[in-house]
């Protein structure tokens, strides 16, 4: 029993080790370099700041075999406030994309959260202010039924801004 548990396992680790090879990050220089490229990319504004905003948002975008961006989509956000700023970070990735197995375009799906570091002092204010802010965002949903054909989920961009 224990020697077929373990060529079990065997086979299933040689299989794993086979797909781990052919499937590549789409971004030029792997997952810790897109994560870097958007917190340095992904300018927080003024307004965003002021309102204390926080959130997701979930983007689709079609590259294609060049690396450009070609089509941008809002599946979700919890605010527009928040979408500016992630739309021209995105656009400043164009020709970072790499298309899997030479098709002619891509699409992907890459979720962002946006938020505030702690300060240090003024606890009452921020909890007030961030309250204030749930209270009056204005979500994006899609109200359609979305079509994934074949998209790649992209880790999570987490951005964390100070006030």
């Not at 956000?77 to 021209?88: G, K, Q, R, S, V």
């Not at 002619?104 to 309250?131: C, L, M, R, T, W």
């Not at 204030?132 to 994006?140: D, E, L, Q, T």
């Amino acid at each position: 029993m224990k020697k077929i548990l373990f060529i079990a396992l065997l086979l299933a680790s040689v299989a794993c080790k086979a797909q781990e090879g052919t499937l590549a990050f789409p971004f030029q220089g792997g997952s810790p370099i897109m994560a870097r490229f958007f917190k340095d990319s992904l300018q927080v504004g003024s307004d965003i700041k002021s309102r204390m905003a926080t959130g997701t948002a979930v983007f689709k975008f079609t590259a294609d075999v060049s690396g450009n961006i070609t089509r941008i989509v809002i599946y979700y956000a919890d605010d527009y406030i928040l979408t500016m700023p992630i739309i021209e970070a995105l656009k400043k990735s164009t020709k970072k994309w790499i298309i899997p197995d030479k098709e002619k375009f891509h699409d992907f799906i890459i979720p962002f959260s946006i938020g505030y570091n702690y300060p240090a002092s003024g606890e009452a204010e921020v909890q007030k202010a961030a309250y204030a802010f749930y209270n009056s965002r204005k979500p994006i949903i899609a109200r359609d039924q979305i079509p994934l054909n074949s998209a790649t989920l992209l880790p999570t961009v987490v951005i964390k801004y100070d006030l």
